[in-house]
């Protein structure tokens, strides 16, 4: 396929989700099995965990992260950190390939110099859902978020900048990446319950990689 081929194919599969706010779908396909065998390494390395959430509550996605600094939730509130609290090591380094997508990624959905220095992953089993929320906790909101969904399908929430605002469903398939910044980068975002399913390189699990510029 030509360069210029392409090129129409990838302009053709932007979807918007809101003013500041697309998804690109399947963008991230190509690289997808490099990504989970780099999630595996991180995950041996700093292993997936349920956080507590300062109201006490076990979420149902497991997490980890990679890059300077992890987002940790425990009773004492959300927040940053440069050391993993369960093993006291710092968090795995983020590669050159998840960087590089993530610039990229926020580069097509028009957001230039993005350059995050943490990346939040997500591992949803069947039944595992993550309410509505905001991704607040960042130093910096000038920059987008870049969401890259792997393995099995499921429906992401997109509603607006009041949590009452009814949010739109978009289902979100292997590969795809969902990118809101500037008058969306506050935007209340969930995950509903992930539905049983297979993909061939995830079984029944759905991976998210979730980039912050936290700093
Ligand atoms: C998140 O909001 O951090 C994750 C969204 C997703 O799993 O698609
Ligand atoms: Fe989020």
Redesign the pocket.
């Known amino acids: 396929m030509t360069g210029d081929l392409l090129a129409g194919l990838m302009t053709a599969s932007v979807e918007d989700l809101a003013d500041g706010a697309v998804l690109l779908r399947g963008f991230a396909v190509a690289e997808a099995p490099a990504l989970l065998a780099e999630i595996t390494a991180i995950a041996e390395a700093a292993p997936f965990r349920h956080l507590i959430t300062p109201g006490g509550f076990r979420m149902s996605v497991a997490m980890t992260n990679c890059g300077a600094v992890g987002w940790i939730s425990d009773r004492r509130g959300y927040r940053y950190g440069a050391d993993d609290p369960e093993t006291g090591c710092p968090w795995p380094a983020m590669s050159p390939l998840f960087r590089d997508l993530a610039g990229r990624a926020a580069q097509a959905a028009g957001f230039s110099g993005f350059a995050p220095e943490a990346c939040?992953i997500?591992r949803y089993a069947p039944g595992a859902r993550?309410t509505l929320?905001q991704?607040r906790d960042e130093g910096n909101l000038s920059h987008p978020i870049v969401?890259v969904?792997l393995g099995v399908p499921?429906t992401?929430l997109f509603g607006g900048l009041d949590r009452k605002d009814k949010p739109r469903r978009f289902r979100?398939d292997h590969g795809d990446v969902a990118v809101w910044g500037g008058p969306s980068r506050l935007a209340f975002?969930?995950?509903d319950a992930l539905k049983q399913g297979h993909h061939d390189l995830t079984g029944q699990l759905r991976y998210?990689l979730?980039f912050r510029k936290a700093l």
């Open positions: 939040l997500n993550l929320h991704d969401s969904s499921a992401f979100v975002h969930g995950v998210n979730t």
